[in-house]
């Protein structure tokens, strides 16, 4: 694990140390969506192409790339990034559930509540 503090050129330092250090790695996830266009920029500067091509992926020095959120611009880049998210909308209404069940005098307990998460698959990962 690689930490930085969150903004797209530390991440963009953090993944090409990465890659300079422990040539190997295959791939790369990250917390954030800033944080994977970062990483993005970082592969980028150490020569090495971003995706998943199967088998070859190892011997072509391709590096898998993939964040947690979306943005817009995931699909500005070369190739798309893939994304894992959850709906919007569902974590929306199951908030708003809650909420009208609270001003309507139920006794909630404390509750987690899991959605499943979407994959956004584009080119990256």
Known sequence: MVECDGQQQAAADAAEE???????????VCHQASIALGAYFGILR??????SAGVDTYLDQQVAL??????????????????ITSS?????????QRLLQRIAGVD????????????IRRGSA
């Open 18 to 28: 990465l890659l300079r250090r422990h040539p190997n790695v295959s791939a790369i």
């Open 108 to 119: 909630l307990q404390l509750q987690s509540v899991i959605l499943p998460p979407v994959l």
């Open 46 to 51: 150490t020569g090495r192409t971003i995706g």
């Open 66 to 83: 993939i964040g947690f959120g979306d943005v817009p611009a995931a699909e500005l880049t070369e190739p798309p990034l893939t994304f």
């Open 88 to 96: 919007a909308w569902e974590i929306g209404y199951s908030a708003g």
